[in-house]
């Protein structure tokens, strides 16, 4: 069994990983060539990765957290950030300009 210290920092680990290769797909759209699909792969990626994750972090992490008033503020501006990617990957899925798909596609 993992100590709470271990759990933290594999989480730290797991959604540094997550945002690596987020801008790494986000750098791959580049100013050159046929970026739509590149921008679909980021939208794919979100969808498919970073949203269940999310959620799942919602559905039992969170939910134990929001108990403890210290940590209820953190929950909180986390549930406000994964709002926010849920916003960013939609926005990102009807870009039809290469300019704006990578500011949403660097910012998510």
Request: proline share 3%.
């Given at each position: 069994?993992?100590?709470?210290?271990?759990?933290?920092?594999?989480?730290?680990?797991?959604?540094?990983?997550?945002?690596?290769?987020?801008?790494?797909?986000?750098?791959?759209?580049?100013?050159?060539?046929?970026?739509?699909?590149?921008?679909d792969?980021?939208?794919?990626?979100?969808?498919?990765?970073?949203?269940?994750?999310a959620?799942?972090?919602?559905?039992?992490?969170?939910?134990?957290?929001?108990?403890?008033?210290?940590?209820?503020?953190?929950?909180?501006?986390?549930?406000?950030?994964?709002?926010?990617?849920?916003?960013?990957?939609?926005?990102?899925?009807?870009?039809?300009?290469?300019?704006?798909?990578?500011?949403?596609?660097?910012q998510?």
């Open positions: 069994m993992m100590s709470n210290r271990e759990t933290a920092l594999a989480m730290i680990a797991h959604h540094a990983e997550m945002a690596e290769e987020l801008n790494d797909r986000a750098q791959a759209m580049g100013p050159e060539g046929d970026w739509i699909p590149r921008r792969h980021i939208v794919r990626y979100l969808l498919d990765n970073v949203l269940p994750h959620q799942a972090e919602e559905s039992t992490i969170y939910e134990a957290a929001v108990q403890q008033v210290v940590l209820s503020a953190l929950v909180q501006s986390m549930l406000w950030e994964h709002t926010v990617i849920r916003d960013m990957a939609h926005e990102l899925s009807k870009c039809a300009d290469r300019s704006e798909a990578r500011m949403l596609a660097a998510a």
